[in-house]
């Protein structure tokens, strides 16, 4: 069973249009985590969320919207995409705040 | 403000040789944790081995070691008997107590092992 899963892999949108990436953990973590990867393979936080409750909010434009509707979900929505925001997203858990972070395979998004 | 420097954009080893991976770190905190993620060419992340800075001896997993030192800000990784599967992407990371347990992740080092 896969631990921490994100759908869709793939997603290839037009700038304006808003969407959608969704993660999921079965790993009864209470740490989940949203990270930007560029075309540079830069790693960076973007979110994360501690027993539903938002404990990190990177300088991130207000297009992004996590949605955490219980610990094993933290959803990621985003507004009136723009060329910049295509990369590759990751979504992570961990047992706690301290803990090693477990990976879902990302999310590749392609703004046209 | 904290980062994580590695230095080796690309390196490459011959398959069963030893290759070790730099990587130094700033930060004021005196508690912390070390990690080093692989991420091989399927993309995903994986944590190869973490160091938490008040423990003195390095860390080891199977093949994979790290060489600690705290004083230096440094925390390099060395893959001994390097095997075709060890091709990825190397990235190191840093975590403190403060400032929400954020990671930090350096720049990454592509790792080729040559057959």
């Known amino acids: 069973d896969t631990a921490v899963s994100q759908t869709p892999k793939y997603l290839v949108t037009q700038m304006g249009n808003d969407k959608s990436i969704k993660c999921e953990q079965n790993l009864g973590h209470d740490t989940m985590y949203w990270y930007k990867q560029d075309s540079k393979k830069f790693l960076k936080i973007m979110f994360s969320?501690?027993?539903?409750?938002?404990?990190i909010n990177e300088t991130v434009p207000n297009r992004f919207s996590p949605k955490s509707p219980d610990k094993a979900h933290l959803n990621l929505h985003i507004n009136s995409l723009e060329l910049g925001d295509s990369a590759v997203y990751f979504c992570?858990?961990?047992?706690?705040?301290?803990?090693?972070?477990?990976f879902g395979p990302g999310t590749r998004l392609t703004v046209t | 403000a904290q980062t994580v420097t590695q230095s080796q954009p690309e390196m490459s080893v011959q398959e069963a040789e030893t290759v070790t991976l730099s990587c130094t770190y700033d930060?004021?905190?005196?508690?912390?944790?070390l990690f080093w993620y692989k991420q091989p060419p399927s993309r995903q992340m994986i944590l190869v081995i973490r160091?938490?800075?008040?423990?003195?001896q390095n860390a080891t997993e199977n093949r994979f070691s790290v060489n600690f030192q705290k004083a230096a800000k440094s925390f390099s990784l060395k893959i001994s008997d390097s095997q075709l599967g060890d091709t990825a992407m190397y990235f190191c990371a840093f975590m403190t107590y403060t400032g929400g347990f954020k990671t930090i992740f350096g720049a990454g080092t592509r790792l080729f092992v040559k057959a």
């Open positions: 930060t004021s905190e005196n508690n912390y944790y």
């Open positions: 992570a858990s961990s047992q706690d705040r301290l803990g090693e972070q477990y």
């Open positions: 969320y501690n027993n539903k409750e938002l404990i």
């Open positions: 160091q938490e800075a008040y423990k003195q």
